[in-house]
DNA sequence: TCTTGACTGTTATGATATAACATAAGATAG
DNA sequence: CTATCTTATGTTATATCATAACAGTCAAGA
C-alpha cells in the first residue's frame, strides 16, 4: 500500500480525498436537495467518511467509524445509509472488493466504470459511457433489456505501475 | 424463475444446458488435456454440475450436490473445484451473484461480459472483445494498466422481456 | 522404496449481509 | 396543536459467503 497519509505529497491517481472531498460534498448536497432526498445525518456523515476515505472501504470499516462516533453499532446502520448512497448515485458499490466509495461526479447522471490496483489498493472512478453503449449493443444482439451495470478493471494504477517498472 | 424443468420445451437464453453440455464438457476436457490441467473426479464433476444447472450456482448449492455424492462435505472443497475452473477459463465467477457458471466457450480464451435476468435468474455469457478494447482506452487514458475485468449487466432476457411486454 | 508435490478432506473461524422487530423523529390532516 | 401516518434509526439475532490451517492420500520421479 502506497503511503496514504495526510503528509505524503503523493496520493491515489484520482483520488478523491482529502483534496477534492470538499468539493463532492457541496455537489452530492446539491444534488440531493434538488431530488428531495433527506440527507440525514448517519448518511451525510457516511458520505463523508467514504470520501475522506483512500480506496474503498467495507460496511464494517464504515460502521467502526459510525459507532465510534455516537450512531449504531450494529452492521444494518452502515448497509442502510451505504445502500441509500448507491440508490441514489451518491456512491457506487465495487463488487470485487465488498466495499463502496462515493461517487466522484455526483452532480450528474453517468455510468461509471473502476479501476482497482492491486498493489495500493486505490480505486479510480472512469466514465463509462462508451463501454455502456457497447454492452448496450451486444445485449440488443440477443433481445436482452439492460436496465444497469457493473464494470469493473483491475491492474496497475499509474504510480505502481511506474513504481515497479 | 420460469419454468426449467427438463419437461418445459422452453430453456433460458443461450443456456449451456441440457442441449449443450456435452459438447462445451468435450471442449473443455479437450482444453484441460492441451494444457496439461488436471482434470481430477471432483473437478470435472463440479464443471459438470455447473454445466447442467440453469443460471449461475452459488459454492454452497455446489458443495450440496457434491456431498450427496459422496466428495468432500466442506466449504473448500466446493470453492477449490470452482476456483480451479475459475483459474483455468472453464468457468466464470459471477459476482453480483455470489456464483459460478460454466464457460460456455472453453475451447478458445476470450473476455466475457454477462446478461443476468432479474427475473429468471438466468445468466448470458456474451463476448465482450469490444467492450474490453474500450475498458483498454480508458485506462490508457490514466495510465492504468489493465489486467483483467469484470462486466456484468442486469435487466431482462428476451424471453422474460416479452412476456411482460 | 522413498521422497516430493499436488490433491482432497476436515475443523474451525472469519467476513459479508439481511430479517424482524422496537423506538424515535418528521410530515400531514383534522 | 395533536392524532395519525410515514420514514428513518437502532437493536438482536441469524443467514450467507469465504478462507486459514492442518491431516491424510496418492501418483510421479529419484
Ligand atoms: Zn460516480
Ligand atoms: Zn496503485
Ligand atoms: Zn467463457
Ligand atoms: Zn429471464
Do not use: K, W
Not at 436537495?33 to 451525510?44: I, N, W
Not at 452492521?75 to 441514489?88: G, I
Not at 455526483?106 to 472512478?125: K, N, W
Not at 439492460?146 to 499509474?158: D, H, K, N, P, Q
Request: with cysteine; charged share 20%; glycine share 8%.
Amino acid at each position: 500500500m502506497t503511503d496514504h497519509s495526510p503528509e505524503a505529497g503523493f496520493c491515489c491517481p484520482d483520488h478523491s480525498g482529502t483534496s477534492q472531498a470538499q468539493a463532492i460534498l457541496a455537489q452530492a448536497e446539491a444534488r440531493a436537495r434538488e431530488a428531495g432526498l433527506r440527507l440525514t445525518p448517519v448518511r451525510r456523515r457516511t458520505l463523508e467518511i467514504l470520501l475522506e476515505a483512500h480506496g474503498a472501504l467495507g460496511a464494517y470499516e464504515v460502521l467502526e467509524r459510525l459507532a465510534a462516533e455516537g450512531y449504531g453499532t450494529q452492521p444494518p446502520v452502515a448497509y442502510r445509509a451505504l445502500n441509500f448512497l448507491v440508490e441514489n448515485g451518491l456512491a457506487h458499490r465495487i463488487r470485487r472488493l465488498n466495499a463502496f466509495t462515493a461517487c466522484a461526479q455526483p452532480a450528474h447522471e453517468h455510468r461509471a466504470a473502476f479501476l482497482i490496483c492491486e498493489s495500493c489498493d486505490s480505486v479510480t472512478e472512469a466514465r463509462a459511457d462508451g463501454m455502456t453503449r457497447a454492452l448496450g449493443a451486444a445485449a440488443d444482439a440477443v433481445g436482452f433489456v439492460l436496465a444497469r451495470s457493473t464494470i469493473e478493471a483491475v491492474g496497475l494504477c499509474r504510480a505502481c505501475a511506474q513504481g515497479r517498472a
